[in-house]
């Protein structure tokens, strides 16, 4: 996927704090805000081509980002405004689709995810846009508010006294073509929110995804909210995930199984996941695989396996982010077979998960050890009683 992050503004609402440098620099918990945006890109995409589109003090982020080869800066010739400076990005690169984020704005989501649904709406509904919103329940004064029918966005409305509303997150997807068609009627130097935006809107061509109450956003465009952010992002930003174990909890065991004519999901295996994703968790496999280090399988055939199975389970609209595995024997006494902890630990410091309000899903006495282990409530999936129980947790949820 490519991503344009808008980054050229000039930070008016941080003039008080006098910074010399260019907002998206600002110090975010040890990095630069645009340092963190970059990053979170990459955990979810490693083939990302990302844009960053630059202006006011510009050459700062450009010397930032100067080895690093999968950032491209996008130099704004002069101040060109939000709008202008997609019209001048799409003019001078040849995309077919792109994601758009804002330089001031940290997110906390799958970008994987939305990646995937989006591709799954344009390619299904013929859809040129889509815009990721949240529902704001206090005062929404400071974001612009959607209102929204069936899959479109109707209306459009820029910074106004309202609460309980559906507010943007500054993340859009866009076909290139299209939108490079209707933004050619545009001048030089616009605004997107302001000027484009509610006339793109009346066309019905906007779609919306909305997020779940875990799924967060965080605008450092103003003194009181950058210093929230500065003080709290990492704690914050935290999002429960769901581990599921793979053997007799996803697919079928056979004994070792990494062939791939023996795959069979078990019963309401999509369902589970599809739940859990629908409420916000992040999902994620981990398991046990010792068939590798007793030379009954190679690792390359789980893989393939365990990248089958993600595939598959996607398809179906159940999303899992990310599997991991232990691929050592009990005789060998490592710290990553269950029920140690270390898989787990390892994907809590790595997508920044929330342990205490995470679960884990499996059906042997490894994996429920495992949870007691790190703290956290496990469910047995051969019980037909945890069964309900999931269902009522997650209704509690």
């Known amino acids: 996927m490519n991503y344009l992050i808008l980054a050229g503004g000039t ?8 910074f010399n440098l260019p907002k998206p620099m600002i110090n975010i918990s040890g990095k630069p805000a645009i340092q963190r945006i970059v990053d979170h890109i990459l955990l979810y995409d490693n083939k990302a081509n990302i844009y960053i589109s630059t202006f006011y003090k510009g050459e700062e982020i450009r010397e930032f980002f100067k080895d690093e080869k999968y950032v491209h800066i996008v130099n704004e010739p002069e101040k060109l405004g939000t709008g202008g400076a997609i019209k001048f990005f799409l003019e001078n690169f040849q995309i077919r689709e792109f994601c758009l984020l804002n330089g001031d704005t940290l997110i906390n989501f799958d970008l994987g995810f939305f990646a995937y649904e989006w591709k ?19 005062d929404c004064s400071d974001y612009g508010t959607y209102n929204v029918e069936g899959s479109k966005v109707i209306s459009f409305r820029e910074k106004n006294e309202i609460s309980n509303a559906l507010v943007s997150t500054g993340v859009y997807f866009f076909k290139s073509s299209p939108l490079k068609k209707v ?9 997107f929110e302001e000027e484009f935006l509610p006339e793109y809107i009346k066309k019905k061509s906007l779609a919306y995804f909305e997020l779940t109450d875990f799924d967060l956003f965080f605008d450092i465009g103003t003194p009181e909210k950058l210093e929230i952010a500065k003080k709290n992002f990492l704690t914050l930003s935290k999002r429960p995930g769901v581990f599921f174990d793979r053997d007799n909890t996803l697919v079928h065991d056979d004994g070792y199984n990494a062939d791939l004519t023996n795959y069979l999901v078990m019963q309401n295996s999509y369902l589970f996941v599809k739940l859990f994703q629908s409420l916000g968790y992040q999902v994620f496999i981990v398991s046990n695989q010792s068939s590798i280090n007793r030379k009954i399988n190679n690792l390359r055939k789980v893989e393939k396996f365990n990248n089958f199975l993600i595939d598959d389970f996607r398809s179906k609209g159940a999303y899992i982010t990310d599997s991991v595995f232990c691929p050592h024997m009990p005789s060998e006494k490592c710290n990553c077979r269950k029920p140690k902890t270390l898989l787990v630990d390892n994907l809590v410091n790595k997508y920044n998960l929330l342990l205490k309000k995470s679960v884990f899903v499996g059906d042997s006495n490894a994996d429920k050890n495992l949870a007691k282990n790190s703290g956290i409530i496990f469910f047995d999936i051969q019980s037909k009683n945890s069964k309900k129980k999931i269902f009522k947790y997650l209704k509690f949820l």
């Open 11 to 18: 930070g008016t609402r941080l003039e008080s704090l006098n």
């Open 183 to 191: 933004l050619g009627k545009y001048p030089k130097k616009f605004s």
């Open 120 to 138: 799954r709406v344009k390619d299904n509904y013929s859809v040129n846009s889509l815009v990721l919103l949240k529902r704001v329940k206090g």
